[in-house]
């Protein structure tokens, strides 16, 4: 009996320690109960609203500015502005100035051009500037996102000369690419002389590569022809052709007049190759060089041959005459030897060679030339 009765108290024991346990738990949330409440808080909180604007791909990055002296059309439904009268866009380094421009947002591009008189003369022309490149033109075809454009009947000076095209298409900021144009030193709208080429492309401050091309006065083509030319348009020493000087002798005939190639070959070092050409068969081959070396000597040099014909063939009056020049200068720097001091100036030329083929006013005007070697 005594262990039935130990017996029976663990027992009860036992349940009696269950059940106070089980009345003291803190109760017990599930993991997925848990994700459910915090969600309903989070919903049950005020929200911001947040307004994302979405900028089309093909928008402009920049304002267009626009001013006009006569009038402003503006057509919403299409998104295009006609300027009228002394018009003037701007966006970014880009300057136009035309009597009529046009600007669709739609496209972003515009259009320009001048209007015509009843005499036939064209007012208020286009003029395109971008960068360091001035444009004047008949007609104006610009993209502002491409920054492309197509120019009709355009002039625009490079370098040291003048550009003409018929048409010309600008594929970016420095280069363009020019169809039925014509390359001068002539700053008149008709030059006088030109080389004319089908195409060309044109480097802004850097070169022009033509096809074939052939030199010209006004409209009348000559026989100097040349597969495709090369003209540098760098600032500063850069070799390249040497445009040479058109008119016209009353015993010579036409001519070109010192043409031919400069090359730099270095900071120190040029030369110069020349020729003259006269249409009744006179002409003259010319050689000039430079050269500078620092803290030793500096001097130049010219070398020239030449055959002029005077008069009618086969006559008594019927000249012809070979002639000739060669001149030196060399000066020696003081810092390269105090003790030594050399120079030289030769100057050796045929009687008739300064009355045939003038070099400069002093040489036709002298009557004596000397030579000397300290």
Excluded at 189 to 207: G, M, R, S, V, W
Excluded at 253 to 281: C, H, K, P, Q, W
Aim: aromatic share 14%; charged share 20%.
């Amino acid at each position: 009996m005594f262990i039935f009765s130990i017996f029976t108290f663990q027992v009860f024991g036992q349940s009696n320690n269950d059940t106070i346990s089980q009345y003291n738990r803190e109760p017990q949330i599930s993991t997925s109960d848990n994700d459910t409440l915090k969600q309903n808080l989070l919903d049950s909180l005020p929200k911001t609203s947040k307004i994302v604007k979405k900028i089309s791909k093909d928008a402009l990055k920049n304002t267009v500015s626009y001013v006009c002296k006569d009038s402003i059309y503006f057509d919403f439904h299409s998104k295009i502005a006609v300027l009228y009268q002394d018009a003037k866009t701007t966006y970014d380094d880009m300057n136009l100035d035309a009597h009529y421009i046009e600007i669709n947002f739609s496209k972003n591009e515009l259009y320009a051009s001048g209007i015509a008189t009843e005499d036939g003369e064209v007012l208020g022309s286009p003029v395109f500037k971008q960068g360091e490149g001035t444009y004047r033109a008949q007609e104006i075809k610009y993209n502002f996102n491409t920054r492309k454009g197509k120019i009709t009947k355009v002039i625009t000076s490079e370098g040291e000369g003048f550009i003409h095209g018929q048409h010309v298409k600008k594929v970016d900021d420095k280069t363009s690419y020019i169809s039925h144009g014509q390359y001068t030193t002539c700053d008149l709208d008709c030059p006088h002389y030109q080389i004319k080429f089908t195409k060309a492309k044109a480097i802004q401050n850097d070169k022009i590569i033509t096809g074939v091309a052939f030199l010209s006065f006004g409209d009348i083509p000559t026989f100097l022809a040349i597969p495709f030319g090369y003209f540098p348009m760098q600032k500063g020493r850069a070799s390249g052709f040497v445009m040479p000087t058109v008119g016209m002798s009353e015993t010579r005939g036409f001519y070109f007049e010192n043409m031919g190639y400069y090359l730099g070959i270095s900071d120190n070092l040029d030369v110069t190759l020349l020729a003259d050409i006269y249409t009744r068969g006179s002409w003259a081959l010319k050689a000039k060089t430079n050269y500078v070396f620092r803290y030793q000597s500096r001097g130049d040099a010219f070398v020239s041959f030449a055959q002029s014909f005077e008069g009618e063939r086969n006559t008594d009056l019927f000249q012809r005459k070979n002639d000739f020049k060669i001149e030196w200068n060399h000066k020696q720097d003081p810092k390269s030897n105090p003790n030594l001091n050399f120079s030289a100036h030769i100057n050796l030329i045929s009687k008739t060679y300064s009355q045939n083929f003038i070099t400069s006013v002093n040489d036709y005007l002298s009557n004596q030339y000397n030579s000397s070697l300290s």
